[in-house]
Each structure stands twice: as structure tokens, then as C-alpha cells.
């Protein structure tokens, strides 16, 4: 059947289908709310996240006594509003991850499609390419350009976005394949269309639900990844409030602070958690579709 | 008068890779065929999976390129058409009616696809004549707004088939078209093909491996067995004198509605083809009942066989004095 292409495995069995459209509606839910605190956060919250007040540093969250509404998620080592650097944070999170998901995506389906729709030559050139990405190491490109260039929020995204295109290039490739050898684009090459209508109009809205559930992973590494390489020192640079920078910046505290620390871990877990849920929701909903 | 299809001296070899350092294995999957179809007639390949039938469809639709031989339709190279004159000419309807149209777009879509492809049709014109092929294969314009996974396996091949015949062409290739539906629904899609060609005035090359579809629709009938045509007839003469051992194995196959009798025995033995690995000689003698002495040493002519068609076999040889006698041995015992 058709459908084979598109159903992915393990479809059949696994959670119940309440269990799955809940994980869907949690993930959505999620990276809905993060999303919205990107996006309109800075402007609710009255804090300026860059404002010092050294007077007022490490102020304790709302819930732990002493807290106050002024600072609901307490203040940082320099006195900054800690819901206003995480807000601020999650635009950072957010822009990193749909920038980087944008580019790899492009690299990754261009090649993958075009290797998997000639074949031959130009499949053994793509499937060279692949090979080279993946022996590459992310970590150290990103400190090698880092060390080379200085750090800077460009650059993160940059350089994520030209390295992990991969799994987007395999993808694409194995979906095209399978769908080259469809009945429907024989078809299309017996109506006359050309090569370009055939692989716009047949092939890529038959991979896209696939690249669709790459995107989320991908997104979801990309974050994972920016927030190491701040964390390291090699991501967006100080003073803008990176998670991955907020978290470095509170591990010398964490022991007489733990929020500090444990806030933006968790709201990095949260997101992370949020877009793989919204994923496999998103390719559970989109195969039963595809199957029946 | 042209014909509409002739095929001459096809052959094409497929290589299959069998790892990075091991030789690449050939199939044979068409060899040395040659016919021709005149205009407004169907001719019928029947044969076993694996025959070639399906890779001698794609040859002529264009869409594998032979490796020897060539294809001309309507009197003109294919090799040498125009991606789009072709498609006005030459059209298919492919057996499964789930994987031949795109899951994602609408039905009017899929059926107004050959018209946009064409770059010259206005999005007026091609809407009207969708939707006038639509009525014509029996969908309604409601219809038309879905998607193919909302119709059934019958509706579907009637997509298929407004498809292939938007353009109007006037030959259509049809690979198995029935043997993917419900029995129910192969008569109906049997009965509009046969009235689209009426009315159309259609040239039709149908394939399939179930004999009562093709005696119903085929003027004429070509057998094939690993790649080669073994036996080619009028369809009344080849159905009442299969002169093939070959042929007469294939009707003698077909399963009769009378209870008891069960699955036929036809000598066949159950050894599969390959075309991978085509027997020297005769390709049918290691299966066939009457094979003798030179039937794996010799590949046997086209002889004439009764009703103006031929047969691939030594034991239609008028001069083989072997032919006869060993055949009635083999018989007896």
C-alpha cells in the first residue's frame, strides 16, 4: 500500500491513542507557552533583564520565605530580574532553534532530495557529503570558529545551522527513494510534468510530514546545543541571558542559591521535553492519517 | 496505415548490485521483442510475475530507457518525442489505484495534473475539462473536491483512468488495471475501459496475468515467459488453439467454479522463473511436459501457428522429425 511509506514504525503499537494525542496537546502546550513568553514576555514583565542592582543580589523566588512579587523567580548574582533574563532567555532558546531548524533544513533537504531523486552520481556524491558531516565533530568546529572569530549570537546560529543538517539529508534522501518509485510519480513523468514540478507537486508534500518530525528533534538539539556551547562559554555571549549562559553563570552559586541554577534547567528540560512530545504527537497523528 | 505502437528488437538488462566488490548480476527482463499494435485494437500480454510484462509497459511509456532496440509510437521515435507530445499521445493506468495517485492533493487536482503539466492549457479551460472527464468516468464533482484516500479502490481507478484521458491521447498502456480491485468492481472498470476505447476510438496495450480479463478485452494476444514473446495470436484463435506448450499451461491453470476439482495440475512443476538465469536453449523447456532432445540445445524460431499468429516452439518445426515421436513417448509413459 501506499500508506507504507508513511506510516512510521511502531504506529501500531506502543501508547494507548489517548496517551499520544495527550502527549500532542502537552507539547503544544508547551512550546505554545514558551513561545508566547518569547515573543511578548519582555514587554509583561516590568524588569529590564540587563538592569543591575547589586544591592538587591540573589534575592530568594516568591515561594521560599523572604521572597517577594517584585522579583517572582528572585534575582541573579548582579541583582537582575530572573523572570525577565528567562523570558528573555526563551527568545533567545526559541530564535536559536527555528533559525538553525530553517537552515539545516534547507541544506539537509536540498541535498537529500536531489540524492535521493537522480540517484547515481549524484547520490554518491551526496551520500560523500553526509559521510563528511558526520565526521565531523560540532563541539570542536564551534570552538575552533569561536577561538577564531570571538562569540557572538550570529555565529551560534550559524554555525549550528551548517552542521546539523544531517539527519534532515538522511531523511529526505530514504523518504525520496521510496517515494520516486510511487506509482503516482511515474504518472506525473508519463503527464509530461517536468522535473521540477515533479519533485515540488509529488515528492516534497509526500516527505514533508517526515521532515516535519526532524524539525522537532532537530530544534530540539539545536537548543540542547546552544545552551552547552553557552554553558561553555562558546555560545552567545554575556551579558544577554542565554539559558545555557544563565546556568554556567549560577553554578558558583548553587550551593547556597540552588534556584539559581535549577531555574533555567528546568525550563530548558520543560522546552526540550515540550518540542519532543509535540514530535512524536505530530508523526503519530500524521501517519494514522496517512495509513487509513 | 501506421501503427499506433511498434516495438522492434526491445531488450533491456537490468544490472542488480550484489555488493561493492562483487560483479553486478544482469536480468534480462525484456528480450528480443518485437510486435506491432494497429490503431484501434487491444493487444493483451498475459504471462507469470516476473515475465517482463510490467518493464516492456514502462519501456513504452517512456520511462525506463531500453538498452537495445527502440520504440515508436504513432510512427515516431519515442526516444526522439517531446516530453509533452508524448504525454498527448501515450498514456498509463497503473494496477494499484492506492500508490498511482499523490495522497496530498485533490482529485480535480490530480485529474487537471497532464493539462498544467502541458504549460499551455488556461486554468479555465483545464477546469472544464476535469470536470467534464470526471462525469465521463462516472464521479461526481463533489467527488472531485476529495482526496483519494476518501474514495474507494473502483473510485480511485476511475481517477486513474480520467487522468490518463484528459488529455485525449489516443493510446493508453494499461498495466494490470483491474488486479488490485474488489471482483465486484473489476467488471465495471473492465466495461468503461472498453466503452472509453469505443467512443474515443483508443489504441490499448493491457497487461495482466488473469486470461478471462484479457480474452474479454484483447483483439489480439501476446504470451510471454522470461522476456520474449513465446506465442501471438488473434485472441478467438489463441483461446481455442493455444499451440504453445507454454499457453496451453497457462489456460489449463485457470481455476474452474467446479468444487472438487481444486487447484489445476498443469505439468508446470513449481520451479520459478528467473530472469536472472534464463535456461540455454528453449527458455520454457525446463518446465515444459513435451521438451526433448532439442529444446535446451537450440532456441526455437517464430513458427506459424493457426489462425495467422506464431508460436516459439520446436515442436511446431514442420521439418523436426524428432518433434513427434518423442513427444508421443513422453506421453505414454
Known amino acids: 500500500m501506499s500508506g507504507a511509506v508513511l506510516v512510521p514504525a511502531g504506529a501500531a503499537g506502543g501508547a494507548p491513542r489517548w496517551l499520544r494525542s495527550l502527549g500532542l496537546a502537552l507539547g503544544l502546550l508547551i512550546v505554545g507557552l514558551v513561545a508566547f513568553a518569547a515573543v511578548f514576555g519582555p514587554s509583561l514583565v516590568p524588569h529590564d533583564p540587563f538592569a543591575q542592582d547589586l544591592g538587591n543580589r540573589l534575592a530568594v523566588p516568591v515561594w521560599m520565605e523572604g521572597g517577594s512579587w517584585t522579583h517572582p523567580l528572585g534575582t541573579d548574582q548582579l541583582g537582575r530580574d530572573y523572570l525577565a533574563r528567562l523570558v528573555y532567555g526563551a527568545r533567545i532558546s526559541m530564535v536559536i532553534g527555528l533559525a538553525t531548524v530553517i537552515a539545516s533544513g534547507l541544506i539537509g533537504t536540498t541535498l537529500g532530495v536531489l540524492g535521493g531523486f537522480f540517484g547515481g552520481r549524484v547520490d554518491d556524491a551526496v551520500l560523500f557529503v553526509i559521510t563528511c558531516r558526520l565526521s565531523i565533530p560540532v563541539v570542536l568546529v564551534a570552538l575552533a570558529v569561536v577561538g577564531l572569530m570571538g562569540s557572538s549570537f550570529t555565529l551560534v546560529i550559524l554555525v549550528l545551522g551548517l552542521l546539523l543538517w544531517d539527519r534532515f539529508a538522511v531523511v529526505a534522501r530514504s523518504t525520496t527513494m521510496q517515494v520516486r518509485n510511487l506509482d503516482y510519480v511515474a504518472a506525473a513523468w508519463c503527464a509530461g510534468a517536468s522535473r521540477a514540478a515533479i519533485l515540488w507537486r509529488e515528492v516534497l508534500p509526500n516527505i514533508a510530514t517526515h521532515l516535519a518530525v526532524v524539525a522537532t528533534l532537530e530544534m530540539a538539539l539545536a537548543i540542547l546545543l546552544e545552551a552547552a556551547l553557552s554553558f561553555l562559554g562558546l555560545g552567545v555571549p554575556p551579558p544577554l541571558p542565554s539559558w545555557g549562559l544563565m546556568i554556567a553563570e549560577a553554578k558558583d552559586y548553587m550551593f547556597f542559591s540552588p534556584w539559581v541554577i535549577m531555574i533555567p534547567g528546568i525550563a530548558l528540560f520543560v522546552l526540550v521535553f515540550g518540542i519532543n512530545l509535540l514530535g512524536d504527537g505530530l508523526r503519530d497523528m500524521l501517519g494514522t492519517q496517512d495509513a487509513r | ?333
Open chain 2, 1 to 333: 496505415m501506421t501503427a499506433a505502437i511498434e516495438v522492434r528488437g526491445l531488450r533491456r538488462v537490468f544490472r542488480v548490485r550484489q555488493g561493492l566488490f562483487a560483479p553486478p548480476r544482469q536480468v534480462v527482463a525484456v528480450d528480443g521483442v518485437s510486435f506491432a499494435v494497429p490503431a484501434g485494437s487491444v493487444l493483451g500480454v498475459v504471462g507469470e510475475s516476473g515475465c517482463g510484462k510490467s518493464t516492456l509497459a514502462r519501456l513504452i511509456l517512456g520511462l525506463l530507457p531500453p538498452t537495445e532496440g527502440e520504440v515508436l509510437v504513432d510512427g515516431r521515435r519515442l526516444s526522439e518525442m517531446d516530453r509533452r507530445a508524448r504525454a498527448r499521445l501515450i498514456q498509463p493506468v497503473f494496477q494499484d489505484p492506492f500508490a498511482s495517485l499523490n495522497p496530498r492533493r485533490r482529485v480535480k487536482d490530480i485529474v487537471a495534473m497532464p493539462l498544467v503539466a502541458q504549460g499551455s492549457v488556461p486554468a479555465a479551460e483545464a477546469a472544464r475539462r476535469v470536470a467534464e472527464m470526471l462525469e465521463r468516468v462516472g464521479l461526481s464533482q463533489e467527488q472531485g473536491e476529495r482526496f483519494p484516500a476518501q474514495l474507494s479502490g473502483g473510485q480511485r481507478q476511475r481517477v486513474a483512468i480520467a487522468r490518463a484521458l484528459v488529455l485525449r491521447p489516443r493510446i493508453v498502456v494499461c498495466d494490470e488495471p483491474t488486479s488490485a480491485l474488489d471482483v465486484s468492481v473489476q467488471a465495471q472498470i473492465l466495461n468503461l475501459l472498453a466503452e472509453l476505447r469505443r467512443d474515443l476510438g483508443l489504441t490499448y496495450l493491457f497487461i495482466s496475468h488473469n486470461l478471462a480479463v484479457v480474452e474479454h478485452v484483447a483483439s489480439e494476444v501476446a504470451v510471454m515467459y522470461l522476456g520474449r514473446i513465446v506465442e501471438r495470436n488473434e485472441s478467438e484463435a489463441l483461446f481455442r488453439a493455444p499451440a504453445h506448450p507454454y499457453t496451453r499451461a497457462l489456460l489449463a491453470s485457470v481455476l474452474t467454479p467446479e468444487p472438487g476439482l481444486g487447484v489445476p495440475d498443469v505439468g508446470l512443476g513449481d520451479t520459478l522463473p528467473d530472469p536472472a538465469n534464463i535456461p540455454p536453449g528453449c527458455r520454457f523447456h525446463p518446465r515444459c511436459p513435451q521438451a526433448f532432445g532439442r529444446c535446451p540445445a537450440e532456441a526455437p524460431a517464430a513458427w506459424p501457428a493457426a489462425g495467422g499468429g506464431f508460436a516459439e516452439c520446436h515442436l511446431l518445426d514442420p521439418a523436426a522429425p524428432g518433434a513427434a515421436p518423442r513427444e508421443a513417448l513422453r506421453q505414454e509413459a
